[in-house]
């Protein structure tokens, strides 16, 4: 596990006139400000991998479906630590992923999934490297 990412569960309040998701809060851990909030849909089976921010931290959460997300730490061009994590609807969370930190992500559930990205900066097309796919392998 790459020790630096921050895995919050959060609540989900559910009636039978529908959902509150929890999504994240000033106070929460892994809040380092907020500039942008984007949403990425990807459908079921596609990959989309792999990017690395510069100097953003990301707090990703899927409240739409199911998204596993592969993160690779790497040391002196080398991979250090691979971590693995699912989250949506069933596994309602949020991943803290701070800056250098390569990742990228497959959508699970049938139809659509939401992966929402609430960012402490603008995103900077300068700020984020984007590899190959074929750089790294992708962990079902």
């Known amino acids: 596990m790459i020790e630096s990412l921050i895995i919050t569960e959060l609540k989900q309040f559910n009636n039978e006139k529908g959902s509150i998701y929890h999504g994240m809060r000033q ?5 380092q400000g907020f500039e942008e909030i984007y949403f990425s849909f990807i459908k079921t089976g596609i990959i989309k ?3 690395m921010h510069k100097k953003m931290t990301l707090n990703l959460v899927v409240p739409v479906g199911e998204v596993r997300f592969n993160f690779i730490e790497l040391e ?3 991979i ?3 971590s693995q994590i699912t989250i949506g609807s069933s596994n309602y969370s949020r991943i ?3 800056p250098s930190i390569i990742f990228g992500f497959k959508g699970i559930s049938d139809g659509i999934n939401v992966v929402t990205n609430i960012s402490n900066l603008v995103h900077d097309d300068e ?4 590899l190959e796919e074929n750089s790294f392998q992708f962990n079902d």
Do not use: F, H, L, M
């Not at 700020?127 to 984007?130: G, K, L, R």
């Open 49 to 51: 991998a792999w990017k």
């Open 96 to 98: 803290t992923v701070p």
């Open 80 to 82: 250090k630590n691979r």
């Open 76 to 78: 002196n061009n080398a």
């Open 127 to 130: 700020e984020c490297i984007n």
């Open 27 to 31: 106070s929460d851990q892994g809040y």
